[in-house]
């Protein structure tokens, strides 16, 4: 017995769910190991204060890319060859990120100002670090944050330092695009049911992919079922 709509509808879901899931872990693992081995940033992680959150981001970048990329191989070998153990392992991998994406999400709501307050050091120590040494893997993550919050540098889209890495402006833009440090700290503080919101949200669509999956492991399970059923009662 085949797969039905629901179950083929399933399969493809979660196939394309994985691919784009892989696809992120990748890109989050590769920044991380670029920064982490890089010949201009390896010195940071020598335990120093003044790299301390740098050092913090770039392990958790390489720690959360990697667990994501093995998600995804469980997700995406267990869809693609209908097999419900890489199916179940990927299933309990994706309730645990669900689960801590929902902590997170709350924790980042209850101490709003003081994850502000830490990423905001993370990026002055990004931004330093850049300026004093120029690395490529610097400037990819000064980008990630310039296009994502829309803002530029210590002083905004008039920073020379950085100015390549920031969003293209129009005239009267790069008077008013504004600072970043002020930027991040805003944003948990002024718009943390905003930030809890993205959590949870993100939360939601594994939980989606988390539904899929199990639909997906009964329609295998009658599957197989009635392949052996069948031939010991014929009609």
Known sequence: MALDGCGQLCKCILILFNILFALVGFAMLGLGLWLRFSSETRGFFNIDLNTQQFVIGVSV?????????????FGDYGACNENRTALGVFSCLLAILAGLEIGAGVFAYMRSDEVGEQLAKFYLTVYAQYVDKGDPGLAVTLSMFHNVLHCCGLIGALDPL??????????????????????????FESNAPLVMGL?????????????CCSILMKQIKRSHLSLFVLPLFPL
Do not use: Q, R
């Open 162 to 187: 950085v100015k390549k890495t920031c969003p293209d402006t129009g005239f009267l833009e790069t008077f008013t695009l504004p600072a970043c440090p002020t930027v991040i700290v805003n944003l």
């Open 199 to 211: 959590f949870l949200g993100t939360a939601a669509l594994l939980i989606t992919a988390l539904v």
């Open 61 to 73: 970048l390489i720690a959360l890319g990697a667990v994501i990329l093995l998600v995804a191989v």
